[in-house]
């Protein structure tokens, strides 16, 4: 009587053990899961906050808004769009972009296509309209050397940077002032030592913008860099 009544308690004792390590179970799927949707959640409003960084009329323009209507135009897109499927291949290998050519021929546009692929891939991406960024650079370096050394780093690691009108600067019929190229030159050139890809736009040509940057920043975007002339009608005709 008294074994059979031990042997209850044991069985009701195990019963009760694997009833709790259930409940650990789930518990511990259920964190598992909510750890999830919280990394989600972060993951989709950090897609969210950094389309919402570029200008509006450029924000979720896919591949199917940039219209093909000739060769070259067809050229550029495939190059471009190879380039950012293969992005993680293109900073191993260092590969900036530059982009010239005319007012309105879709240059800003397909940066920013580019961009919000890259983002949405998970790349850091940040895009300058002008090279104000350097004078806002210059002036935290003056202010503080620490919040200057922040700043830099944050252009240093962001993963994908566009400079977009790289050669309006605030010089001498808006020539770059020997500040700017020398800040436009330390950037472009730590980036490149840490395997970043940046990519410049400019509405000079090839030959006007190696003048304009001078040939260290010049060719420090070349080297294993794409350059693609936009040599067609504008669309704001
Ligand atoms: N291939 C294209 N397909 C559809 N729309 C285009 C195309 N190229 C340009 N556009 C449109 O034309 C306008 C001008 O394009 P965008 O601003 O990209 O030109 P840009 O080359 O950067 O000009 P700018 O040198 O003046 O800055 C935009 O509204 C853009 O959406
Ligand atoms: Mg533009």
């Known amino acids: 009587m008294m074994a059979n009544k031990m042997q209850a308690m044991i069985l009701e004792w195990k019963e009760k053990a694997q009833d709790r390590n259930k409940v650990l ?5 259920y ?33 199917a808004d940039f ?11 495939t190059i471009m769009q190879r380039y ?3 992005y993680k291949d293109r900073m191993i290998q260092g590969n900036n972009v530059i982009f010239t050519g005319n007012y309105g021929t879709g240059k ?14 998970g790349f850091s991406c940040a895009y300058e309209p002008s090279l104000d960024f350097l004078r806002s650079l210059q002036e935290k370096k003056f202010a503080a050397a620490g ?62 913008l190696r ?4 040939e260290r920043i010049y060719d420090r975007l070349a080297d294993k860099g794409i350059p693609l002339a936009f040599n067609w009608k504008s669309y704001r005709q």
Not at 67 to 77: G, N, Y
Not at 108 to 121: C, D, H
Not at 163 to 173: A, R
């Open 147 to 208: 919040v200057f050394n922040n700043a830099m780093a944050f252009y240093q690691h962001i993963s994908f940077l566009i400079i977009d009108e790289v050669t309006e600067g605030g010089g001498k019929n808006r020539s770059l002032t020997d500040w700017e190229s020398e800040l436009l030159f330390k950037l472009i050139n730590l980036r490149y030592q840490q395997q970043r890809c940046t990519l410049v736009i400019s509405n000079r040509n090839r030959e006007n």
């Open 31 to 63: 964190r598992q899961v909510s750890a999830m949707d919280e990394a989600e959640k972060r993951r989709v409003s950090g897609i969210h906050d950094a389309i919402q960084k570029i200008p509006l009329r450029y924000q979720h323009k896919q591949w």
């Open 108 to 121: 800003t546009l397909l940066s920013l296509i580019i961009y919000q692929q890259l983002v949405k891939a």
């Open 25 to 29: 179970q789930d518990l511990e799927v």
């Open 84 to 86: 950012a499927n293969t």
């Open 211 to 214: 003048n304009c940057l001078g």
């Open 67 to 77: 219209t093909v209507e000739h060769e070259d135009q067809r050229k550029i897109k």
